[in-house]
């Protein structure tokens, strides 16, 4: 089982902000929290584009109504992204920060956020700041930005 969180680590690893590994392992332990094995096991089988309850089940090579079944509990704990447009759902995965962390703030209890703080300090953090594109920026598209205020360090 341990090896199913291990993948999982590594596929959060290779999104945008990334998810490196410890010495202490606590990253896994994160994992093991917030999602059972048919969650983790399925997510594996995710992309970052919307996709349909179908489409996921038949990579994953489990039915439909069992994809959906275990999708809709995942976006409700904050686990996948969930698009609504009309009558159709679709999902899809997301990275950790920022995604999975962001929507665990109504989930938080005393040892999820122990092994947070230690999972930023010994690995996260470096990984999240090391990155050379930022991570919030304003692109003005066809519009001149003036201000007549200063604009002061974050």
């Not at 969180?5 to 959060?12: A, E, I």
């Not at 096991?41 to 038949?58: G, K």
């Not at 275990?70 to 447009?85: C, D, H, N, S, Y």
């Not at 679709?90 to 962390?101: C, D, E, K, L």
């Amino acid at each position: 089982m341990e090896e199913l969180y291990l993948k999982l680590r590594d596929r959060l690893d290779e999104m945008a902000t990334g998810y490196p590994s410890t010495e202490s392992g606590v990253e896994v332990r994160i994992l093991q929290k917030l999602f059972n094995p048919e969650e983790a096991s399925l997510f594996l089988t995710m992309t970052t584009t919307p996709e349909t309850p179908r489409e996921i089940a038949h990579r994953a090579g489990i039915g439909e109504q069992n994809a959906a079944m275990i999708l809709e509990p995942m976006a409700r704990k904050g686990l996948v992204f969930r698009l609504r447009e009309e009558s159709m759902v679709r999902y899809f995965a997301i990275p950790f920060i920022v995604g999975i962390y962001e929507f665990q703030i109504n989930n938080l209890d005393d040892p999820l956020v122990k092994d947070i703080s230690e999972y930023y300090l010994s690995g996260l953090a470096q990984s999240f700041h090391s990155l050379k594109t930022p991570h919030l920026r304003t692109l003005p598209v066809n519009k001149d930005l003036v201000s007549k205020k200063p604009i002061l360090p974050y």
